[in-house]
């Protein structure tokens, strides 16, 4: 009787301690970030292009070092200032306004080169005297870009990020975060001409004043050229790395009518950033699919913005005819829904329209309406002077209209007593 207790006890203690160490392995404590895909990325994202609509994210809002993929928003804002043939002449203070140990090619004091050069370098060979040199020569100043810089995404309404140089080289107060390096980049991609430096593979320099033999650039991104990380979906793409940051890339890529952007920070090896990214675009683009809306049945938004009693100016927004929505592969048509939204609808310098998309009612990503604004004369002399004018004239015709109707009374009394 002894020994079967003693056996009925022993049953019942292995099976406490399996069930708890079962319930140890399945527990996931609330600070872990469950990251289904298995990436190797401490850090990202992977976004529609058209919509916004986040795919995929592991701890994407983590403030974190850039590195050199600070360059996406440096040339962005330099092809939106710049003349690409312009010709701008390297100063010593873009020159020797960083640590010369970092990635460079050579600028010299006086050099004469093309503005189009100095963006092929920045986002190819990394290059921090031609990302100084540009933003020297947007804003007269590497603390006046800076600025620049800040006022952008401020604008864009990316509260992670902080930067203090146009380059990504350390700083306490150069920071941002995944999901805010996407945003810049799917507003950057909206420029042509960074749209083309950012996917093409190669570009040389001509020689110039300084430089007597031709300057090779290659990309860094190796998901772009062939490696054996070579992605062949893949359309544009940045690196960056310090030891601070890690290892850091955005890379874009399109395949069936979807246009994705995928970033990973804080790298361990500069092979997980590619692992990680490839796995990202292997998951959205074999789960999602595109889906066009018709223009036609969004139609189109009118806004009327007064300033007091005037009518200051009208504003018409509308979509293009092809208008594209990524849906998960399992979703119909019939769980998309959209609805306009207007923001800024006092100010006709900022007012803009959106189209807010749906799935199964879950908000999932906008896209900006195209807009036609017709402002109207609300000055003084439009408005108030013009009133004051025809009060006048008013007044006159009513005094000249008393004058004749007095004077026909007269002129009847007169002939009735004669």
């Not at 870009?145 to 309404?157: C, Q, S």
């Not at 100016?313 to 119909?332: M, W």
Request: net charge negative.
């Amino acid at each position: 009787m002894k020994r079967l207790v003693v056996i009925l006890i022993c049953i019942f203690l292995i099976l406490v301690s399996f069930l708890s160490v079962k319930a140890e392995e399945t527990e996931v404590p609330e600070d872990v970030v469950v990251d289904t895909l298995g990436i190797s990325a401490p850090s990202a994202i992977l976004i529609d292009a058209k919509s916004q609509m986040i795919l995929y994210e592991k701890d994407a809002y983590a403030k974190l070092y850039p590195a050199s993929i600070t360059k996406i928003l440096t040339v962005y804002l330099a092809c939106e200032n710049l003349d690409p043939n312009q010709i701008i002449t390297c100063s010593s203070s873009a020159i020797y306004g960083f640590d010369r140990a970092s990635s460079h090619i050579f600028l010299d004091v006086d050099e004469q080169i093309a503005a189009i050069d100095l963006m092929y370098a920045a986002i190819m060979e990394s290059a921090n005297d031609a990302s100084c040199v540009l933003a020297e020569a947007v804003s007269g100043s590497i603390d006046e870009f800076v600025k620049l810089m800040n006022d952008t995404v401020a604008k864009w309404g990316l509260t992670n990020t902080h930067f203090a140089n146009p380059h990504g080289l350390n700083d306490e107060n150069h920071y941002t975060c995944a999901y805010d390096m996407a945003i810049i980049t799917k507003n950057a991609m909206s420029n042509e001409l960074f749209k083309e430096i950012f996917g093409n593979v190669s570009w040389q320099v001509e020689p110039n004043n300084k430089q007597k033999d031709v300057r090779y650039f290659s990309t860094g991104n190796y998901m772009l050229k062939p490696s054996e990380f070579y992605y062949e979906y893949a359309t544009g793409g940045k690196i960056g790395y310090t030891k601070d940051a890690g290892y850091t890339m955005v890379t874009t890529a399109s395949k069936d009518n979807m246009d994705m952007i995928a970033v990973v920070m804080n790298c361990e090896k500069s092979e997980d950033r590619y692992t990680s990214t490839r796995k990202m675009f292997d998951y959205g683009f074999s789960h999602y699919k595109t889906v066009v809306l018709d223009g036609n049945d969004i139609g189109t938004k009118e806004v009327e913005i007064y300033s007091g009693r005037y009518l200051w100016a009208k504003a018409t927004f509308s979509v293009d005819v092809s208008f594209n929505v990524l849906l998960p592969s399992d979703k119909d048509d019939a769980s998309v829904s959209y609805d306009i939204e207007v923001k800024d609808d006092k100010d006709p310098d900022l007012i803009n329209a959106y189209v807010v998309l749906y799935l199964d009612g879950e908000r999932i990503g906008e896209a900006k309406m195209d807009k036609d604004l017709e402002i109207y004369d609300i000055s003084f002399e439009n408005t108030t002077a013009a009133m004051i004018n025809r009060i006048f004239d008013y007044f006159c015709i009513g005094v000249l209209a008393l004058f004749v109707g007095f004077h026909f009374l007269y002129i009847l009394r007169k002939y009735s007593h004669g």
